[in-house]
Every structure is written in structure tokens, then in C-alpha cells.
């Protein structure tokens, strides 16, 4: 990371992010904590429940009869308006622990009511496939 900028934050689909998740990205922790992964990462899903007095909200979508879920930290981001069952987009970073479960930091949020998410979808994935033709046409 140069002069100290946080990373650019890729896009993971909320049924991307399970426990088996691999993090390209691993740093050691704060604390020189070698167990930890971090990644930047933008998702967005359904605001299941937030908790103002401990920072936390849990994020949800259901995608072929399964339900994905994330819980994120929101410190940074209060106060922010939160409605359960609207649709966020954060930005932050994943962290997962060894033995606990992934918690999103993050640092940005923003409302996405009325955003067709199946055109941003379809966005997230086209851009996909544009950096991995760049990153081949880069390799020859
Ligand atoms: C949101 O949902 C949580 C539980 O999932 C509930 O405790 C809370 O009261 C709800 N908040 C609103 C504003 O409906
Ligand atoms: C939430 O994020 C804040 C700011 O980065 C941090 O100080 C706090 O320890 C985090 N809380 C948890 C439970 O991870």
C-alpha cells in the first residue's frame, strides 16, 4: 500500500464471501497478528438488523434458495441511516480471523434502494472479465 492509501477495493457478491473465502491479500494484523486476512472489498446486500450501540449490522441475500449473510462493523461510517430490509453497498475491509467469523470494517456506505441489481450485477461481472483480458494481455 503506498503512502499509506487504503487498497482499491474489489467487488465480492455477498455469496462470495463464505468461510471458505480465500483472501488474495493476507497481512499480518495490527497486533503482528499472522492468523489474519485482509482484503478490500465493495459488496452490498440487505440490511437484516443493526445494532447502533455495538457498531454492528448484519447484511443478507438469498440467492438460489440460499441465504448468504455478513456481519459488518460500522464504527467508521455513523451515524448512518439504517432501515432494515433496504439494500446497502459498503466498502471496507474483510478481515477474518482464524477460529472467528468474517467482519467487514468498513468506511464507506451508501443506500442502493432502486439501483437494478441485476444491471450492477452484470457491471461487477463484465468488469471481471475486462481486468482479467488486461491481465493476460499484460503476461505475453
Ligand atoms: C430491525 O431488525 C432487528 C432484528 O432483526 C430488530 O431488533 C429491530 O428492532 C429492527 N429495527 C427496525 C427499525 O425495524
Ligand atoms: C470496529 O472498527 C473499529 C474501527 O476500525 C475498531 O476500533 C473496533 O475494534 C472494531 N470492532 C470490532 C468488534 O471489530
Known amino acids: 500500500m503506498a503512502f499509506g492509501l487504503p487498497a482499491a477495493a474489489v467487488w465480492r457478491f455477498l455469496w462470495e464471501l463464505s468461510d471458505t473465502f480465500t483472501v488474495s491479500t493476507v497481512e499480518a494484523g495490527e497486533n503482528g497478528d499472522q492468523a489474519a486476512s485482509v482484503q478490500s472489498v465493495r459488496t452490498y446486500g440487505r440490511l437484516a438488523s443493526y445494532n447502533a450501540q455495538a457498531s454492528r449490522a448484519i447484511l443478507y441475500m438469498s440467492r438460489h434458495g440460499t441465504t448468504h449473510s455478513l456481519k459488518v462493523n460500522t464504527t467508521l461510517v455513523e451515524p448512518f441511516a439504517a432501515h432494515n430490509g433496504s439494500f446497502y453497498l459498503f466498502l471496507g ?41 488486461r491481465r493476460l494481455q499484460k503476461k505475453q
Open 93 to 133: 475491509e474483510l478481515e477474518k480471523h482464524e477460529g472467528t467469523e468474517m467482519l467487514l470494517c468498513a468506511r464507506m456506505v451508501q443506500n442502493i434502494d432502486g439501483v437494478q441489481l441485476a444491471l450492477l450485477e452484470t457491471a461487477v461481472l463484465s468488469q471481471r472479465t475486462y481486468f482479467q483480458s
